[in-house]
Structures are given as C-alpha cells and as structure tokens.
C-alpha cells in the first residue's frame, strides 16, 4: 500500500474507541496492549488501520476490556454467541474490579454487553448455569444503580428482580438476602420508605441460612433506611451488628465482595451522625474508616465526598470545598452518577445557604442604613 493510500484510510471503529480510551486513561499501547493480552504492534497495527479486525468474539472481548457498548464496534446485536460459563464469571469479575475502582461507565456498559450476550441462554435448568446468572445480575445490578439518577433506578430493580429470580430456584438464602436487601435498597432511593423497610425486614427474617457477609450488608442497608425516618434506636442496633459482623468477617471471603466492609460500615455511622447534626461523632467515624482496611480507589473517593458533606454541613466550607472538588471531578469523569447526586445535594445546600446569608444581609442593611426608595 503506498503512503498517499496509508494517509486516505479511514479510521475504523475499532482504532478510535482503542485510541479514545488510550487517552481518556492515559495508557501507552504496551499497556494496553497488555490489557487486551496481544502484542503491541498488534495494538498498532488496530490503531492505524492497518490490520480490520472482523472476528466478532475478538471484538466482543475488546469491547468488554474497555468498557464500551458492542454496538460502538460495529458488532450486530443478532450476532449471537453462547457464553460458557468461565466466560461470564471472568466478566463478573472485570464488573467488579472496575466497580472498586470507581470506573462505573465501563463497568455499566460491559454489564450491559453482558446480559445481551447471554439472553437466549437463559432458559436453562443446569444449576452451574443457575447460579453463575444470579451472580451475574448481582454485578449487571450493582453497576447499573450506580450508573442511573435515583428517577431511572426501575433497571436495577429489574436485574435485582432477576437475581432474585435464580437465586429462588437454587433456594440459595445468602443471594435471595442480597437480592432483597439492595431491592430494598433501590425502593429507600425512590422514597418509597415503607416498601424499602419491608423489603429489607423481609430479607433479614426469611433467609435464616444466609451467610455472615450478606446479614451484615443487610443490617447495614436496613440501618440507612432506619436513619432517614429518624428510626435512631433502630439504626443504632441494626448498624451495630452491621459492625460486629464486619469485624467477624474481615479477613474472610465475602459473598458480598467489596460492597459489604468495616470502611463502609464506618461511613454508614458517618452518614447517619451527620444527619443527627453530630459532626464531630461523625468525622470520627470516616477516620475510622480511613484505618479499616486496604481501601479499593471507590471507597478512597466515597470517604472524601463523605468527609466533604459533614465539613460543609457544619460550616467549614474552606476545608470541605476542596475534598467536594476532587471527588466531583473523578465521579463525574467516571460515571458514577449515584454518588455524582450526592455532591449536588452538597451544591444545593451551598445555595440554600447562600440565599439564607443574602436574607440576613439585606435585613441588617436595612436595620444600619434605613429601607432603601423604590423606583
């Protein structure tokens, strides 16, 4: 091929999402490279077009390591490929290492990716299978109420609904706990308190086999909704056994993975102080969890945006502003559009606050200097 004919070439799909990601994190081709498991001069030859990537289970297997809907590939929805199991659990886990980085845009699309690619295999009766789904739509779940504002939560409802599903026909209580306490979970974020409350009730006392890790998690979700109906009793005791439980099981496999801890236990006491108007209590809590334990770059940003909320709410703007900032940025970035809602309840107390301070000052220029003539 001569160089005039190099330089008329068009970029393909595939060579700007590769390029894209490239520079949104700033890798160099032999890292991602790495990544993708292939040669760099392979990566190479992609970028530049010189090499058309046609294989739709190569292109499928990009778009899941990048994070990125099949389509933006140019791989037809009809296209369908049966996944083994080893597959769907190596993508689980993709979900949730992305997950704990804070990634939740790429982890939401390969989710996504995920449950199309599975969709006609759903109807099955083999228990391997069973179970590998209901683990599936625990992490589509996840990623999915992490991606949505609070008024588009029905499609994680949905896949907690299915996880639920397949959870049932393996009567397996730790994934039915963990289906309905985040179900549970989704309604609190609705505002829909009585139906959060009997979903999570419902988890705590219908699954008596339900493993250490999931009780806790429950305990820790039920406490959330305890404190947001001023159920302060109640939170202090679900909270507490949420906390002993995450002590017990610290060192030990949790069926919750990374979403169920002593740091988010610790921040869940954080949140609740700060909404009794106690921070001091509460800034002691996020210390505590800053020490808990190895911190995933999630819970690093999760504690700023906490940290953040109770400096403001207590009137220390210089030193919360800062920590506000800086999560704002890597949430946005990322996609994390639930913890993304929380930094604007932050901005709207600022300007509640401000038009508080502005009432209060013409009330005292008034009462200085007298009321000022209409026009």
């Not at 890798?27 to 040669?39: I, P, Y």
């Not at 599975?118 to 009766?125: F, G, K, P, S």
């Not at 305990?219 to 002993?244: C, G, N, P, T």
């Not at 800086?326 to 309840?345: D, K, N, Q, V």
Request: charged share 25%; aromatic share 8%.
């Amino acid at each position: 091929m001569s160089d005039r004919q190099r330089k008329q070439r068009q970029p393909s799909a595939l060579s700007q999402a590769l390029i894209i990601y490239r520079d949104k994190h700033k890798f160099t081709q032999e890292e991602l490279a790495a990544l993708l498991n292939v040669e760099p001069r392979t990566l190479r030859r992609w970028e530049t077009g010189e090499t058309v990537l046609t294989n739709t289970h190569e292109l499928k297997y990009i778009a899941d390591q990048i994070g990125i809907p099949y389509e933006h590939l140019g791989i037809a929805s009809s296209l369908y490929v049966p996944l083994s199991i080893e597959q769907i659990n190596e993508t689980i886990a993709r979900i949730w290492g992305l997950i704990d980085e804070g990634r939740i845009s790429e982890a939401h699309a390969i989710a996504e990716n995920l449950v199309r690619g599975t969709y006609q295999q759903l109807a099955t009766n083999d228990p391997l299978y069973l179970r590998t789904f209901a683990l599936m739509y625990h992490a589509v779940a996840h990623a999915t109420s992490l991606s949505v504002r609070t008024d588009n939560v029905g499609n994680a409802i949905y896949y907690y609904r299915q996880m639920e599903y397949f959870a049932r026909l393996l009567q397996d209580d730790t994934l039915t706990n963990i289906a309905l306490a985040y179900l549970g979970d989704m309604y609190r974020r609705k505002n829909d308190m009585q139906k959060a409350i009997e979903t999570l009730e419902l988890a705590r006392d219908t699954t008596p086999n339900t493993d250490l890790a999931a009780r806790g998690n429950a305990m820790q979700l039920l406490a959330r909704s305890y404190i947001r109906l001023q159920r302060v009793q109640d939170f202090d005791r679900a909270i507490k056994i949420s906390e002993d439980i995450a002590l017990e099981t610290a060192a030990l496999p949790r069926s919750t993975g990374n979403q169920y801890h002593l740091a988010h236990v610790y921040e869940e006491y954080a949140k609740g102080y700060d909404l009794l108007g106690k921070p001091r209590e509460a800034l002691d809590f996020v210390e505590k969890a800053q020490k808990a334990q190895m911190l995933t770059k999630s819970v690093e940003i999760l504690l700023k945006v906490a940290r953040a909320e109770i400096l403001i709410h207590s009137g220390d703007i210089a030193e919360g502003e800062p920590l506000a900032l800086e999560a704002a940025i890597y949430t946005r970035e990322h996609g994390h559009l639930r913890r993304l809602e929380r930094i604007y309840a932050l901005k709207r107390f600022l300007h509640r606050k401000s038009l508080q301070y502005g009432k209060s000052e013409m009330a005292l220029s008034e009462a200085l200097e007298g009321p000022l003539e209409l026009l």
